[in-house]
């Protein structure tokens, strides 16, 4: 196995875009070369060593075989992990936004918080947040019909407003409170949240949407029968109604 460490050489004011931080763009190469691949800061063009400290094993290995560490805070560092297909990434504090962009395999671990758009338009692969995740997690960027299509996203913080947009495949569990419009335009796939969610499911016609806290529902979702989950009892309902009714949104009972 493979491990690679990067640190920050001192704290950035300017955010920065890096992409080439994946088992896949480091694999192939020597720990020189990996050292010189680019980055930018702002408008500026910058390469991987400019900005940060990287040390480890020096030898080409497959992505499968390979640890990539960041070490402190990376919240102003964007795109990390993103296309990763196979490997390891393990943030030990927060990251920026658009991390595991259009992710296909691997894990990306992250043990703070992670900015909007993480994991987005995702299709397979593991991604675990420790702490919490921003706006459109697991979505679809402007424009695109599906968001998350396969994987597995797992946050034990909060989320922000409209988690799994145009959610198509995979799932999503929030051992916290989500905020406005999880699922919004659902066409697939599962999302789960531990704490409270306003107007989860709107225009979502497919997947299933489960709410263990309390929720703020449509009048477009139609009311059906108690059922239970592990145990627990949920109110169900079918909807969205104004595009076909064929999701299911599951509530704590008490809670709706």
């Not at 060593?49 to 497959?62: C, H, Q, R, T």
């Not at 402190?72 to 936004?97: C, N, P, W, Y």
């Not at 894990?107 to 397979?124: C, K, P, Q, V, Y």
């Not at 697939?188 to 969610?197: D, K, P, Q, R, V």
Request: aromatic letters at 6%; a negative charge; one cysteine or more.
């Amino acid at each position: 196995m493979r491990n690679i460490t990067i640190a920050q050489r001192s704290a950035f004011t300017i955010s920065v875009e890096a992409e080439n931080i994946s088992p896949d763009k480091f694999a192939p190469l020597t720990l020189s070369q990996i050292k010189s691949l680019a980055v930018w800061q702002g408008n500026r063009q910058r390469t991987l060593s400019d900005l940060f400290v990287i040390e480890g094993d020096d030898a080409p290995a497959k992505a499968e075989e390979l640890t990539i560490r960041l070490s402190g805070d990376f919240s102003q560092v964007k795109r990390i992990a993103e296309g990763m297909t196979a490997g390891v990434v393990l943030a030990e504090g927060s990251v920026g936004m658009h991390a595991g962009n259009n992710m296909k395999g691997g894990l990306l671990s992250i043990a703070g918080n992670a900015d909007d758009w993480l994991a987005r338009e995702m299709r397979g692969g593991k991604v675990v947040v420790m702490g919490n995740a921003g706006n459109y997690l697991g979505g679809g960027y402007r424009g695109e019909k599906c968001g998350m299509r396969g994987g597995e996203i797992e946050v034990r913080g909060s989320a922000g407003a409209y988690l799994g947009e145009h959610l198509c495949g995979g799932s999503i569990r929030i051992l916290g409170d989500a905020g406005d419009f999880p699922g919004a335009a659902n066409q697939g796939g599962t999302i789960f949240i531990g704490g409270s969610a306003y107007l989860p499911g709107a225009e979502m016609s497919k997947g299933t949407i489960t709410v263990k806290g309390e929720a703020k529902v449509l009048p477009s979702f139609q009311r059906l029968e108690i059922v239970q989950v592990d145990g627990l009892a949920f109110q169900k309902y079918a909807g969205d109604n104004v595009d076909n009714g064929k999701g299911e949104l599951l509530v704590g009972v008490g809670s709706s």
